[in-house]
Structure formats: C-alpha cells, structure tokens
C-alpha cells in the first residue's frame, strides 16, 4: 500500500493571518510608490492648469512674490477674465499695487483683504462673488500650490466652476534649491494631507 500525502486544510484563523500579512505588504507597497511619487514628480503632483478658458473673474491669492499678480495681469491682458479679486491679508494691497503697475484698470480689481490662510482665502472671497452672482472663476496662485487652492475653492462653493491657471516662476528644476522651491514643496505635501484630515477637503 503506498502512502500518499494528504493536505492539511488550512483553519479560517490562518487564512485571515495570511490576508492581513498580503494587505500589510500591499500597503506597504502602495505607500512607498506614493512616496517615490510625490519626491520624484512633485511638479506633475502639485500643479493644477486648466489651460486657457474665459471665466467671470480671476483670483489671486497672497502669497509669493510678485510672481502671482504679474500672471494674473498676463492673464486679463489675454481676456480670460474682465475683473480680479486679490485675496490675503498683507498681500491683497501689494499685488493690487502690482496689478495697476502693470496695466491693469484700478476699476476692474476688487480686495479681500482679512484671510489668512487658503482656506480662508476661499471662504471670504466666495462670499464676495455670491455677492456679485458670478459663476465662474480662475484660481492664480503658485504652481505648486495650485491643487489645494483649487481644491478649496470647489469645496467651499460647488455651486460656481472654478478653474485654475497658476504661476510657473521656480518651475524648473534647476531653480529649486536657489529660490528655496524644495520647502514650498514639503510643506505643500503636509497642508494638502492636513487640510484633507481637518476640513474634508480632498485634493483629488
């Protein structure tokens, strides 16, 4: 008589351990490409643009430098928008100050001048455009704030289509370390997961 070999069945308790081991490496897995992801493309990540569209008015957060006025007068140059919001505390004068500098009507731009933060940044200033009954709106901001910023405004009013064409200045790679994009960077990673986490505001 040959003996044969017979295969134990395997109990319910180690199929659930072998499952949970499989789902902690699948995790794993998933949060390292994650990680590769946002260290490797974080301009692919972080920038939102919508390309050229037409739209009631253009919005200009604080933040930067001049770079964010200087696009948005770019921007109602090319008649993507005849009137601008400029939104911050601090800032919404200086790039209102950039704005007629560069060109554009005292008349066509209005200010929000108490948010300090994005969050704020869209909850102020969507009060204002409610106020004026205007549907559509161009988010300009820092490309590598683009996401959340946009992100926040949809949260806040999905009632009005927002879309977003943001600055490129420190784009490049090479520009990274001498104008100190790196920090923008991590930071930006730690606003949009906190934002997610305490405001519901999803960046995807």
Request: with cysteine.
């Amino acid at each position: 008589m040959t003996a044969g070999l017979s295969l134990a069945p395997i109990s319910k308790r180690a199929l659930w351990k072998r499952w949970h081991f499989w789902a902690f490496l699948g995790a794993i897995g998933a949060f390292l490409l994650a990680a590769c992801g946002c260290y490797f493309f974080p301009r692919q990540i972080l920038t939102v643009d919508s390309g050229p569209v037409k739209a009631d008015v253009l919005v200009v957060l604080g933040g930067g430098s001049t770079e964010r006025p200087q696009r948005a007068a770019e921007l109602f140059k090319s008649s993507e928008a005849p009137l601008i919001v400029c939104t911050g505390f601090g800032d919404a004068g200086d790039n209102q100050a950039c704005l007629t500098n560069s060109g554009v009507p005292p008349a066509a731009i209005l200010l929000e001048s108490k948010s300090r933060t994005t969050q704020e940044n869209a909850q102020f200033t969507i009060v204002m455009l409610h106020a004026r009954h205007l549907k559509s709106a161009i988010i300009v901001t820092s490309w590598y704030h683009s996401r959340r910023a946009l992100a926040c405004f949809e949260h806040y009013a999905p009632d009005i289509k927002f879309y977003s064409r943001p600055s490129y200045v420190g784009y490049p790679r090479s520009d990274w370390k001498s104008k100190g994009i790196n920090g923008y960077i991590k930071a930006e990673y730690e606003k949009l997961l906190g934002y997610w986490l305490c405001y519901g505001i999803c960046p995807l």
